[in-house]
């Protein structure tokens, strides 16, 4: 007995289901990012609010407790 219109193209529906899951599952595969380091997942934020993968440059912070020994040892010498 002859398929009907509805069941081949619910049969063309589920073979189509099959190809596309099939393609997910390979490119979940190949796109696999479990594998990284914590550093290549960081993102950092630039001066003009642009995000980069590079860390931003850190400055030397001034000493400033150099003089403030100077006029405690001077006060009280």
């Given at each position: 007995m002859p398929d009907s219109f509805t069941k081949k193209e619910?049969?063309?529906?589920?073979?189509?289901?099959?190809?596309?899951?099939?393609?997910?599952r390979e490119d979940r595969k190949t796109n696999n990012?479990?594998?990284?380091?914590?550093?290549?997942?960081?993102?950092?934020?630039?001066?003009?609010?642009?995000?980069?993968?590079t860390p931003p440059v850190q400055k030397q912070p001034e000493v400033k407790n150099e003089k403030r020994s100077d006029a405690f040892n001077k006060k009280y010498k």
């Amino acid at each position: 007995m002859p398929d009907s219109f509805t069941k081949k193209e619910n049969i063309k529906k589920k073979i189509k289901k099959k190809k596309d899951k099939e393609l997910k599952r390979e490119d979940r595969k190949t796109n696999n990012n479990k594998g990284k380091s914590l550093e290549d997942m960081f993102v950092y934020v630039d001066k003009n609010g642009q995000l980069t993968s590079t860390p931003p440059v850190q400055k030397q912070p001034e000493v400033k407790n150099e003089k403030r020994s100077d006029a405690f040892n001077k006060k009280y010498k």
